[in-house]
């Protein structure tokens, strides 16, 4: 699944090539991918791409919103005259002729340069919402990871501190911080030397900041090298991947051995997740 990091940089990569586009045309190709009335987006521009938590939401210029949630399979893909640039879950659309099998909606401009949404599991949505419902939705998350109001950061760490729940499960909760996923959770726990299955509630603060602080500079540094790519065949695609699953220390390392204290990673489930961890030195 595309996390925030993955998100962030489709949309910055998106922000350079599709803000001014006005939309000339809409293919709806499959009707559980969009919600809207299509008309509301005919000779509507584009006027800036944003991200908030894992949406990307591209503004209208009759302040509407076209808002959009990746979920496991998702892509997005602009092709212009001189441009492919895109991202989110890695396969051959990324690189074959589109639409393609998996094209949800197809987008025109009048400039002749198209933007493409496509999901295999069809999980994924695109939404025509006004400023309301679009508050509505985003006042059902906590802050973004990456982007803590310092003076909110200890009620955070006193709301974490509460729970009993796995601190694991915890910090995937998106009503107490949103943008955190299963890749970039399992790292951090890592780094902080805690234990995924331990209730958060034995953790001490000083101990739970330690941990944001680490998820905020893992957060951040994925963003900087464009997120994490797992499908071998689709790494060197330029323009697409990202360069974060090199820095992986327990994420899809079952049966590796620790770089830290040499114990064998291990693997569980958590909340019908996969939970990476190092049991010698993750306490």
Not at 16 to 27: D, H, L, M
Not at 148 to 168: G, Q, T, V, W
Not at 223 to 228: A, K, P
């Amino acid at each position: 699944m595309p996390e925030l990091p993955e998100v962030e940089t489709i949309v910055r990569r998106l922000q350079e090539v599709v803000v001014g586009k006005k939309f000339s045309n809409i293919q709806k190709l499959h009707k559980k991918s969009f919600v809207g009335d299509i008309n509301n987006l005919i000779n509507t521009s584009i006027t800036k791409v944003s991200r908030r938590a894992k949406f990307i939401n591209f503004h209208l210029n009759n302040d509407l919103h076209l808002l959009t949630h990746l979920k496991m399979t998702g892509q997005m893909i602009y092709v212009g005259d001189d441009a492919r640039i895109g991202g989110g879950h890695p396969t051959a659309d990324w690189v074959q002729n589109l639409p393609a099998k998996h094209t949800r909606i197809a987008y025109d401009f009048h400039d002749g340069s198209k933007l493409y949404f496509n999901d295999q599991r069809i999980f994924g949505w695109m939404k025509v919402i006004n400023k309301n419902e679009l508050e509505q939705i985003f006042s059902k998350y906590g802050e973004d990871i990456n982007k803590i109001n310092k003076k909110n950061i200890l009620n955070i760490i006193k709301k974490i501190n509460k729970s009993r729940r796995a601190i694991k499960q915890v910090l995937l909760d998106q009503k107490i911080l949103a943008g955190l996923g299963n890749i970039y959770v399992c790292e951090a726990l890592w780094l902080a030397k805690i234990d995924p299955q331990i209730p958060a509630n034995l953790l001490s603060e000083s101990q739970i900041s330690e941990l944001l602080d680490f998820a905020i500079k893992i957060i951040n540094k994925a963003i900087d090298l464009g997120g994490t790519t797992f499908d071998g065949k689709y790494v060197g695609v330029d323009g697409f991947s990202g360069n974060f699953q090199n820095e992986l220390k327990v994420y899809g390392q079952e049966g590796e051995t620790c770089s830290r204290c040499g114990s064998l990673i291990q693997k569980t489930k958590q909340g019908g997740r996969g939970t990476y961890y190092c049991s010698g030195c993750q306490r």
